[in-house]
């Protein structure tokens, strides 16, 4: 009779098993896909980088767990799966669309995973007939900052300097030329 009484407890109570075995496995699958992302670094990383990307996996993970657990709750799979493509189609355009914000996301994640290009490398960005030159400060979630040879600081966004050829210099660049201003526009002095 217990066997029973067990099994029907089971049978009634599955979906606050189920989300119970979700939030148990929760922890143990983030340690993995940690170590995944160890594995697909090369080389040095910074820490504050390595912070971002894993709490941006974090969020990813939470986000399917999230909706692994609504399905076994009773959302009907037709309209999840509505949900789901609909989903799916918003965030593609959202995630590589070249003027969408969440796109500099995705190219963070791309940049950290491809490590080519590390704070304190010097690079040249090439846009067309224009170029941009500087040391990498820092690589956050949005943009990349560059320090110009001059001092300046140059803010360029994630997915442009993703889809963008970008030179890694040997060396520091030398200083631009300033051009000598020799008549200025405007009435003449006397």
């Known amino acids: 009779m217990e066997f029973l009484d067990v099994l029907e407890l089971i049978t009634d109570q599955y979906k606050l098993i189920v989300t119970v075995i979700a939030l148990l496995l929760f922890p143990v699958l983030l340690k993995l896909t940690k170590k995944l992302l160890e594995k ?80 304190g490398f010097w690079v040249r960005i090439v846009d067309g007939a224009n170029h941009i030159e500087g040391r990498i400060v820092e690589m956050g979630l949005m943009n990349v900052v560059l320090e110009h040879i001059d001092g300046h600081r140059v803010i360029y966004p994630n997915n442009l300097f993703v889809t963008r050829p970008v030179l890694v210099l040997n060396a520091e660049p030398k200083p631009s030329k300033t051009p000598v201003i020799k008549r200025i526009i405007g009435p003449k002095k006397s």
Request: charged fraction near 15%; include cysteine; hydrophobic fraction near 65%.
């Open 40 to 119: 697909a670094i090369k080389g040095k990383v910074d820490l504050h980088r390595k912070y971002r990307a894993e709490l941006l996996l974090k969020i990813i993970l939470a986000f399917v767990m999230l909706c692994l657990v609504l399905v076994f709750w009773g959302i009907e799979l037709r309209g999840l799966l509505v949900l789901g493509s609909s989903l799916f189609a918003m965030l593609g355009v959202a995630l590589f669309a070249a003027w969408s914000l969440l796109s500099n996301l995705t190219a963070f994640l791309l940049m950290f995973i491809q490590n080519d290009c590390r704070v």
